[in-house]
């Protein structure tokens, strides 16, 4: 048990933390990226897809169980990540600040994507992101911002109308500039957060740098195009 506090409190367990939590959020961008592109299919796959998701596991779970199951790992990796980023920046500047130095690149490594724009754009980055994920739980989640009177069409029983959600809240074109502003801010974070899990994971050595650092740009991009092509295509009449 004392061991497994040493390492909560280390530097090196705070960073683990911090790349398994995202690892998991990761996978949950991708997860649901993919799940939305239902929407391209119209909007009988598209609200099939949404009360398959409450039905999930059914007989052994039952209904929406598996959604809050799901929320409750989100909630804690989000919770998670945001501690040890938020310890390992505070003990970084304490070490800083009694050394009386200027603070050095991450690993050592002056010229590496941990110095790049998106390095130095995490902490407002993650920021915009909060604000981000609770605008959109109030959005598509309650429906409360975002639409007019009696426009966002919460579940009667079996009956979802998230494809008719959807297209009226992106049809706001404030609110999906909005989102792609947003997906931007994501990107950046995105990029140097996976960067930085697979320096954690001890996989950035000088053979497969190149590889890593082209696995991160395209999981990224494929996030990232994957959730602004939703707006756009609301806004352009592809999707309506």
């Not at 690892?23 to 119209?42: E, R, S």
Request: net charge positive; glycine share 12%; proline share 2%.
């Amino acid at each position: 048990m004392t061991g497994v506090m040493t390492l909560y409190r280390s530097s090196i367990g705070k960073k683990a933390i911090m790349a398994v939590s995202g690892l998991i959020l990761v996978g949950f961008l991708a997860i649901h990226m993919y799940g939305n592109t239902k929407m391209y299919q119209g909007p009988e796959a598209f609200n099939a897809y949404a009360a398959g998701l409450r039905e999930f596991g059914y007989p052994v779970l039952g209904h929406e169980h598996f959604l809050w199951l799901f929320r409750i790992v989100l909630i804690a990796s989000v919770t998670l990540h945001i501690w040890s980023a938020t310890s390992l920046t505070l003990t970084s500047r304490k070490s800083t600040m009694a050394r009386g130095v200027m603070p050095r690149a991450p690993y050592g490594r002056k010229e590496t994507i941990v110095a790049s724009y998106a390095a130095r754009t995490m902490r407002w980055g993650g920021i915009l992101i909060a604000i981000f994920i609770i605008y959109h739980l109030l959005h598509f989640t309650f429906g409360v911002v975002g639409y007019g009177s009696n426009e966002f069409q919460h579940a009667h029983g079996d009956e979802y109308q998230v494809y008719n959600n959807v297209v009226r809240g992106f049809s706001v074109w404030p609110v999906s500039a909005f989102y792609i502003i947003a997906m931007g801010a994501l990107g950046l974070h995105l990029f140097h957060g996976i960067w930085s899990m697979f320096q954690t994971l001890g996989w950035n050595n000088g053979n497969y740098d190149g590889f890593l650092r082209g696995l991160a740009m395209v999981i990224t991009a494929v996030i990232i195009i994957g959730n602004i092509s939703f707006p756009i295509a609301v806004l352009a009449g592809i999707v309506k």
